[in-house]
């Protein structure tokens, strides 16, 4: 874990996976409150990191410090809930020496008390093997998966969640995400075009609703990006809602089209898809897209009303995300 002034929220995530671990490693990056002596009341070791605006050398001190075979990560605002506590335990138990993989936890996050920011669930790779040369990249939104790629680790779905409680304080929401464009900036002056950096700086435009800005982050990302991406298809998704909400449908619905050539069924672009349509009066062809979506998911079709209401509720539609 890396932490700082995390008194409030630390006890509820130890106390989630009490007895779960063999070792507890928290890196502390300068709390000034009693953050370090809840996490040695837990048994946990604490690192001292100098903090340097860069949370992927934060985590790999504290893999660093680290003395298991695997390694799983946790925020101080995640909970295992009661539910899933089994599941991680079994997940642990089936590890095997000589069959090492990365494993993909699902991440649902709560929304803001105001209902900002959607419920939204994200797939993080949180369970991998510790080792010298798997070590985590980027600054901000830092990645697990080149060092994995790079190692020959095959990566592992799983149905564990963890519950992630951080984007409930509209406030702090807000000075994260100030917090992360800075960053993401200096890192942009040492990766000019690096896709990934320009996808999250165009994602916080997004959240804070600066579409123009949004559109430049996001095509120069697409435009660095190969079609077999991650992120690809993402960042068509987001493009088509910039040009949708600046009243731009042409724009919005090539944007929808060009990403849908890669996956007919991205169920992200067919809900996007059918905002569009709606908003320009055709009501039967936003219909036909939001039944699309779901078909690969495997839940029911959402009815238009819900999809329309989760549209202006909220400003993200549940969804996965796929990891780099």
């Known amino acids: 874990m890396i932490v700082r002034d995390e008194e409030d929220n630390l006890p509820r995530c130890l106390r989630s996976v009490r007895w779960v671990f063999d070792e507890i490693v928290v890196v502390d990056t300068g709390s000034v409150d009693r953050t370090r002596e809840i996490a040695r009341e837990f048994g946990a070791r604490v690192v001292e990191f100098a903090w340097i605006d860069d949370f992927a050398a934060a985590r790999n001190a504290g893999l660093d410090a680290a003395s298991g075979d695997y390694a799983f990560w946790l925020d101080a605002d995640d909970v295992v809930e009661p539910g899933q506590r089994g599941r991680l335990v079994g997940l642990l138990d089936g590890l095997r020496a000589g069959d090492p993989a990365g494993y993909v936890v699902k991440c649902a996050c709560d929304p803001g008390a105001d209902g900002s920011g959607g419920e939204t669930v994200v ?23 080149p060092a994995l790629r790079r190692a020959g680790i095959p990566v592992r779905w799983t149905d564990l969640v963890v519950r992630h409680t951080g984007y409930a304080d509209v406030s702090l929401r807000g000075r994260k995400l100030e917090r992360d464009a800075r960053i993401l900036l200096a890192e942009l002056t040492e990766r000019p075009e690096e896709p990934f950096v320009l996808f999250n700086l165009g994602a916080i435009a997004i959240e804070q609703r600066d579409w123009e800005a949004a559109l430049g982050y996001l095509g120069r990302s697409l435009a660095n990006s190969a079609p077999g991406d991650s992120i690809t298809r993402k960042l068509f998704a987001l493009i088509a809602r910039a040009h949708q909400m600046r009243g731009d449908f042409e724009a919005a619905m090539l944007a929808c089209a060009e990403g849908l050539r890669f996956d007919p069924e991205d169920a992200e672009l067919l809900f996007r898809k059918g905002v569009v349509h709606r908003q320009r009066g055709e009501p039967a062809e936003a219909e036909g897209c939001w039944r699309q ?29 796929r990891p780099l």
Do not use: C, N
């Open 123 to 145: 797939d993080h790779v949180r369970l991998f093997p510790l080792r010298p040369g798997v070590r985590w990249s980027y600054r901000v939104h830092e990645q697990i998966m």
């Open 293 to 321: 979506g779901p078909k690969r998911t495997g839940v029911l079709p959402l009815h238009p009303a819900l999809a329309v209401a989760r549209l202006h509720g909220m400003h993200w539609l549940s969804l996965t995300i």
